[in-house]
């Protein structure tokens, strides 16, 4: 079965940069979710999009951006990045079926490290 | 606002012997809870989960976990620990259907030969 991807799956990029990480949901889940889970940290929520709407807003710095586009995928957009905003990010999606609540099933992850 | 409380940030068993993994959540309302286990460098992965059905749950690789409401616990079980059990392991609650994950502060299983 197709599963949630994430690219890249490795990124290093220096302080003051930008990156770009992209999420594919499951085909026919319309709802995306970020997290962000530090060294030695659980996972944080970040951001969450449903039909290409923000749905909800957690600790995610000004300095992030995120959409969900037409195909349902999603960009997490980091600028001015810092030291700190080294971590695994992580990308889950879901959608309502018959009966069943909105499980979320979550990517392998994109390591970002800051230097 | 919910919150979730991982008791053990360690814990280590014998492979064969019973692993218990503790957790207990804090809400207003009934949320739903989930475990989910991380292997080192890889994703997250569901073990099961607890939507205010059966409050005993049975989950994938022999895991199985009891919604106490009177105790607001939600541990997780294993009558025999393997070794490739050993990994991370999260309980996670959710307010509703579709709403974001609340992660607990993890505990670390290592399984000894």
């Known amino acids: 079965a197709a599963g949630v991807i994430q690219s890249p799956r490795h990124l290093i990029k220096e302080k003051r940069e930008t990156a770009t990480l992209k999420c594919y949901p499951i085909?026919?889940?319309?709802?995306v979710y970020w997290y962000q889970q530090g060294p030695g940290q659980d996972p944080q929520f970040l951001i969450s999009?449903?039909?290409?709407?923000?749905?909800d807003k957690g600790s995610i710095p000004d300095r992030f951006s995120a959409q969900q586009f037409s195909d349902y995928h999603s960009e997490l957009n980091m600028s001015s990045l810092e030291l700190g905003d080294s971590a695994l990010y992580f990308c889950?999606?879901?959608?309502?079926?018959?009966?069943?609540?909105?499980?979320?099933?979550f990517g392998p992850g994109t390591r970002l490290t800051v230097t | 606002a919910q919150s979730v409380t991982q008791l053990d940030s360690h814990v280590s068993v014998s492979e064969g012997t019973p692993v218990l993994l503790r957790c207990n959540y804090s809400s207003s309302y009934s949320p739903s809870l989930f475990w989910y286990v991380q292997h080192p460098n890889k994703g997250l992965q569901l073990l099961l989960k607890?939507?205010?059905?059966?409050?005993l749950v049975k989950g994938i690789n022999g895991f199985e976990a009891e919604f106490k409401k009177s105790e607001t616990s939600f541990h997780l079980t294993k009558p025999s620990a393997h070794m490739s059990d050993a990994a991370e392991y999260f309980c996670?609650?959710?307010?509703?259907?579709?709403?974001?994950?609340?992660f607990g502060t993890g505990t670390r299983l290592a399984v000894r030969p």
């Open positions: 607890y939507t205010s059905a059966a409050t």
């Open positions: 996670v609650a959710q307010k509703s259907s579709g709403d974001k994950l609340t």
């Open positions: 999009f449903y039909e290409k709407m923000q749905s």
């Open positions: 085909p026919r889940h319309d709802t």
């Open positions: 889950a999606s879901s959608t309502i079926t018959s009966g069943e609540s909105y499980e979320q099933y």
